[in-house]
């Protein structure tokens, strides 16, 4: 008489309920695909409008006007509004410096309370950010220069992305 070897039904079955059990529970831990991604867009945005800044910055330098409030220095994307030679936070100013539009949306003083009137906000479509202090959110804050000695800032929270 033969003797028949391989595994029984149940056995398989036993087999495949457990590792769907698996994936189930240690799957998500692995796949974060949409945050991981969101908070990589938000970083790049912050290297973008670093490099604007920079950019608009060295114009203002060969041109002169780093000590003026409401010069303009022309870029790819347009004539970019500075002060002290930086990009203002208003409309005209990073924005089209940093080519920020499309998949960001804008905050500005007008939209919360939260940000300074010399500051703007740039967070991914879709993201509702929070501006509270301390709050868990998903964007990129833009301070303006204050003056001669004070330079335009970038500060980006990727917490809630």
């Given at each position: 008489?033969?003797r028949q070897?391989?595994?029984?039904l149940i056995?398989?079955?036993?087999?495949i309920?457990?590792?769907?059990?698996?994936?189930v529970?240690?799957?998500?831990?692995?796949?974060?695909?949409s945050?991981?991604?969101?908070e990589?867009?938000?970083?790049?945005?912050?290297?973008?409008?670093?490099?604007?800044?920079?950019?608009?910055?060295?114009?203002?330098?060969?041109?002169?006007?780093?000590?003026?409030t409401?010069?303009?220095?022309?870029?790819?994307g347009?004539?970019?509004?500075?002060?002290?030679?930086?990009?203002?936070a208003?409309?005209?100013g990073?924005?089209?410096?940093?080519?920020?539009?499309?998949?960001?949306a804008?905050?500005d003083s007008?939209?919360?309370?939260?940000?300074?009137?010399?500051a703007?906000?740039?967070a991914?479509?879709?993201?509702?950010?929070?501006?509270?202090?301390?709050?868990?959110?998903c964007?990129?804050?833009?301070?303006?220069?204050?003056?001669?000695?004070?330079?335009?800032?970038?500060?980006?929270?990727?917490?809630?992305?």
């Amino acid at each position: 008489m033969k003797r028949q070897q391989g595994f029984t039904l149940i056995e398989l079955i036993i087999v495949i309920v457990v590792l769907g059990i698996l994936a189930v529970t240690a799957a998500p831990q692995f796949i974060n695909f949409s945050s991981d991604a969101r908070e990589s867009t938000v970083k790049g945005a912050q290297a973008s409008i670093q490099g604007a800044m920079q950019l608009v910055y060295a114009s203002s330098l060969v041109k002169g006007t780093e000590g003026d409030t409401g010069a303009t220095v022309a870029t790819e994307g347009g004539n970019v509004t500075t002060d002290y030679g930086y990009p203002v936070a208003a409309e005209g100013g990073i924005d089209v410096a940093a080519g920020l539009v499309g998949d960001w949306a804008r905050y500005d003083s007008g939209d919360d309370s939260n940000i300074a009137a010399e500051a703007v906000a740039f967070a991914p479509t879709g993201v509702t950010p929070d501006f509270t202090p301390g709050a868990e959110s998903c964007h990129v804050l833009y301070t303006e220069a204050a003056d001669e000695d004070t330079p335009a800032t970038v500060t980006v929270n990727t917490a809630g992305c």
